[in-house]
Every structure is written in structure tokens, then in C-alpha cells.
């Protein structure tokens, strides 16, 4: 079980440690780590997030969870480099992201926002081939390793049958999946994703969820993912990253993080937490602000 | 320890079962292209064979296609590079000098203005968008007034070690125009910015930026003293292609031909730029550099047909939608169908703008505006939804 409370930890006057331990003091290797995250919009002077430190560990599924407006999806986009901090640093596989070209970066981390443009007369397949885009020059053409990632990509998102479908013919959870599609035609190392299931019909969302689940098993790819639900995202995720107000909760494997006392605290529901035969999440009712 | 089980195993496609992959390169384009070209041509046919100098259709025909002409390279120096025109007789001439010329200059300006147009549309990801609408009509509108009303012929001699180079601004209004377009866009760019630039605030400073340049020309008009300045001035406004001849297919021809070449270059990267800013900058596109450049390609485009048409509105607005209902959204193809659509829709209004009234011209921009209108009110009543692409 990997140590809990690295904020807490790093609130002591003790030095920050540079690496994360499990219980055996083994380092856990992280493919993203943010530093003294201090993150605010240009348009505004209050800061939406502080966060010390955070880790998206390697080869492992990381969910952000909280409520709305508590800065998950604004700490991901720090994370992908489209949010420039005010302070602090990102740093992907040990490197500044800021110290990247935009297509290296771009081959190396895949991102899917939370709300996209989709050109009604664009086709699936079309839309996968994007992907590639990183990976081509301004003159080459379509290679036969971009045929073959799309292909994969196209049948791992499970999308084959609507390959040749428009977008505008699309229903939002078929749509979903083949941005999916396209973020995985992308061949990256990293993935994140900024709520690919909200507004997706249950089908769909588990649909996204195994694809995602599957691409971290067979490639071994890192992702960090917000979600909304918190039950799903327990069920889920390898760590739990839970947010409360533009600072860090908690961190850790779901069995640690979700707590009655946590449900409380984060998401302001009365709820009861089974942990036997497996994690639970019961809610009763909201609780008064 | 998984959690979710692995949906069916790894597809492995050996080289010999690669599935059919449909080209972007369809049918339907090369047939529209074929149709537009008919179009001109055939329009173009119209253009040569009527006019004051009354000659027959057979006549005119047969001066289009004179292997004399068609083959002599004499004469083509002369169209092309301006040398001294060979002898001809008088039909030979009336085609070849000045009705030809102008469907020359009006395809030139309808295939600019078409991509410049496609370009526009993609960079704001609006359908509305034009050539135009980021103050680059207005712009060039006011430099063009302003030349005419407050410094008519100023000459100005530029001594040289070898004699003088002398010009007047008359003969410098192409690139006058150009120009004030030019500085319109970049004033435009400049207000738009704040950390970056998005679609919306660049429309939103481009209308405002027009209609202060806008009200500024009408304020000037009321400095001119002379009808024919005003006529002049009122040509370039709404665009014509009277009086055109091989000097402005000389001077269009060469922006022209490198801003479609760059337009054609920069279709791929339209194409992700539709996809939203964010995603081309998670695809590692840096949005703010290929927006700019895209735009200045679309200015180039722009300002060539402003330098030998005046400013033709509808044409950049009309001709990509055509295009897109028509073989899809696709840049790669739009870009193409533009080239070929532009010139049909502006050689057909010459045409019209030509002959309708004959003996009176009418400037080529009124027609346009008279059959891009009605059509795009066509298409509003038809489409559920309209706006972005």
C-alpha cells in the first residue's frame, strides 16, 4: 500500500522527498509529477489550485475526483501543458513539459478535453488519422505505421463498424468513442483525459472506461483521468487522486482514499463505505453546506 | 489485479489483408471541378464573342483557338512579360488584348478570393466568415479613397543613378489597396490579441475595425469634388473588372499562383485546426503561429483580387459554401473545389456585369452581391443550422 498523505507529509517543516514510496520504501516512478502547482486563468488574479505535489504514477490508472469547481479539470490541463502555472513546475518522465517542442510533447502525452469541436461531415476514420498528426512532417504523407496504429486504434475504441460514419450521424456516446479513436491513434506513452464520461449513457460510459482499462494493460500506458462519479472512479482506478477546493484531499489506492469521513468532507454527502467483499459506495443523503 | 476483463484479443492485419481505404481524392470533386471549368468556359466563350466592336460568334471562336496566336511565342511575351504586341487584325485584337484579359482577371479573382475565403472560414471556424469580414475590405476601401480624394496624382520621382523612376499614386492603387488591407488585418490581429487569439474576438474586432473604417469613408466621400473621382472610387468600393488587360493578369498572376500553392499546402493543417484549438494543440500544432501564417496567406490571396478588382464581396463568402455542400468539409478537397469554383461564379457575374445592361457596365461586385445573396438566403431558409462549420 503506497503512502497516503503526501500533502500532509509535505506541510511538515521536513524537506519535500523527491519520490514516493510505497511501504517497503521502494520509490514509485512517476510519469508525471507536479510541483508546487500555484495555477490561475489569465483573465483572473485569484488561484484556482495549489497543489504541493502530485504524481501520476507509471504503467497506472489515475483518477481525479471532486466536486464541481474544485479544479480537477484545471489541474489536468496544467498537467497537458495548456495551462502555463504561475508558479511551480510539471515535469513528464523528468522533464519540464514546457521544455518540450509541441509535436515531441504531443507524441508523448495524449490529451482529450472535455468538450470537443466535432465537424459534423468528418468521418470516423478521418478523425483517427488526426492522431497521427504529431508524428508526420508538414510534407509527408500518410505512412504504412500511421495505417496501422489507426486501424488499432479504431478497433480497440471498438468503433470499426462506424468507420466510414460522419460525426454528425453520431450519438454522443458513439462521438466519445471515436475522439477515443483518435487520442489513441496518437500513440502515446501518457494519456489524459478530462471527463470522457460525462453525459454518456451507462452502455457507453463503461465502453470508454474498458477501452481506456484495456490500453493501460496491453501497452502499459499511464493515464490520468477526471471523473465525476466517485464510485466509478473507485472502481476503477489504480490511485485516487480527491480534490477539495482547489487543493489536494487526498491521494492513494481507492481502498485508503474513500472514506465516509472523505465523502463528508469532499463531496458533502452522508454515505456508508463497505469495503468487504469489495469497495462500496452507499449514498444517503446530502449534507447541509 | 485487473478489474475489467479484455474484450476479445489483438487483431493482427498482415500487409496482404490491408482493408480498402476510401482517398480523399473522390469522384464527385473531379466531376465539380469539370463542371466549374465548363462553367468558365463556356462563360468565358459568352464574354469574348459580344460587345461594342460587333463581330460574329464564328469570328470570335475562331480568334480564341488562332494557332497564329495561340502558338506564337511573341505574342505571348507580349501578354506575359509586356513586350510589344505582334500584328493582328482588328478581331484578333478586340479578343485577344481585351476581352480575354478580363476572364483571365476574373478567374484569377474568383479562385483568390474563393480559397482566401476557405481559409477564413477555417481559421475563425465560422461559416460566415470572409475575406472581408477581418477589416481587410474596409482597410483597403480607405486607402483607396483616400488616395483618390486627398492625394489624386500626386506624382512622385524617385531619382535613380540612371534617369529617374517616376510614378503617380494612380497607377499605385492595386497596391494601396493591398496595403490598407494589409494594416487593416494587423490592426485587427493586434486588438484581437490578449495572450493569444480566438475566433470569436477576432470577428468581433474585425466588425468593429470595419465599421470605423467604414464610417471613415463615408466622411471622405463627402471631401471629393469630382464626380469621375467618385465614380472611380465607387468602382473600386464594390468591386469591377472594367478596363482590365494583361498588365493586371501580369501582376495577379504570380501572388496569385504562390497563395494557392500555399493554401493548398495549408489544407491539412485546416483540417486540424476544425478540430478546435485545444485539440490541434494537443496534437502538437502551435495554434497561434499556423493561424497567422494561414491568415496572412488568406490576406495575400485577398489583397491580389483587391489590387485588380476592387473589392468583390460575396465571392469569398459564397463560393466554400458551394463547395462544401457539394463534396463535404473535407479542406483538402474544399481547397481544390474552390480554385475551380471561384472562377465559374466570377467569370458568369462578369458576364452579366458586362453585358447585361450593355452598352452600361455595372460593377462585376453588384452582381455578385445580386446572385450571392439570394443564394445564401437559399441555403439559411434550407440548413437547420448555420454558423459553425
Sequence with gaps: ?289 | MPKYTMAGTHPTESPTEQRHRRSWFTGRLVAFCLASTAITVVAGLIQVSFGSYSMTIGQAWSAVVDPDILFDPAVWNAFLLGGDLPEMDNASLIVWNIRLPRVFVAALTGSTLGVSGAIFQAVTRNELASPYILGVSSGAGLAVLLTLVVFPSVTIVVPLFVGQFVFDTSSMLPLIAAAGGAIAFALVYAIAWKGGTSPVRLVLAGVIVGTVFQSLQTGVFFFADDLGVVQSAIAWTTGSLTGTDWEQVRLAILPATLAIVLALLGARQLNVLLLGERTAQSLGMRVERVRFLLSGVAILAASTAIAVAGIVGFVGLIVPHVVRNVVGGDYRRLMIGSIFAGPALMVVADVGARLALSPVQVPVGVVTGLIGGPYFLYLMRRQQQMGEI
Design chain 1, 1 to 289: 500500500m503506497a503512502e497516503t498523505d503526501e500533502r500532509a507529509e509535505s506541510d511538515d517543516t521536513g524537506p519535500v522527498r523527491e519520490w514516493l514510496t510505497d511501504e517497503d520504501g521502494t520509490r514509485i516512478d512517476s510519469a508525471i509529477v507536479g510541483e508546487d502547482l500555484d495555477l490561475r486563468y489569465p483573465t483572473s488574479e485569484e488561484c484556482v489550485v495549489e497543489c504541493a505535489r502530485l504524481d501520476v504514477p507509471e504503467g497506472e490508472v489515475t483518477a481525479l475526483v471532486g466536486p464541481n469547481g474544485s479544479g480537477k479539470s484545471t489541474l489536468l490541463k496544467s498537467l497537458s501543458n495548456h495551462l502555463e502555472p504561475e508558479s511551480g513546475t510539471v515535469r513528464l518522465h523528468g522533464e519540464d513539459v514546457q521544455s518540450f517542442d509541441q509535436a515531441e510533447l504531443a507524441r508523448e502525452l495524449g490529451v482529450l478535453s472535455q468538450e470537443n469541436e466535432s465537424p459534423g461531415s468528418l468521418t470516423v476514420e478521418d478523425l483517427a488519422y488526426h492522431g497521427r498528426y504529431p508524428h508526420r512532417g508538414f510534407f509527408e504523407s500518410v505512412g504504412p505505421a500511421d495505417h496501422t496504429a489507426v486501424d488499432d486504434a479504431i478497433e480497440m475504441a471498438g468503433v470499426d463498424h462506424l468507420r466510414d460514419t460522419e460525426l454528425g450521424q453520431l450519438s454522443g456516446g458513439q462521438k466519445q468513442l471515436a475522439w477515443i479513436a483518435m487520442v489513441l491513434a496518437q500513440d502515446t506513452d501518457v494519456l489524459l483525459l478530462d471527463e470522457p464520461t460525462t453525459f454518456l449513457d451507462l452502455h457507453h460510459q463503461f465502453r470508454v472506461l474498458e477501452t481506456v482499462r484495456q490500453l493501460n494493460e496491453r501497452e502499459n500506458v499511464t493515464v490520468a483521468v477526471v471523473l465525476h462519479d466517485i464510485a466509478q472512479a473507485a472502481r476503477f482506478a489504480d490511485n485516487l487522486v480527491a480534490m477539495c477546493d482547489g487543493t489536494l484531499y487526498d491521494w492513494g489506492p481507492p481502498e485508503t482514499v474513500v472514506t465516509e469521513q472523505l465523502l463528508a468532507d469532499v463531496f458533502g454527502v452522508e454515505a456508508r463505505v463497505e469495503y468487504e467483499p469489495e469497495l462500496q459506495i452507499l449514498p444517503k443523503r446530502a449534507l447541509s453546506e
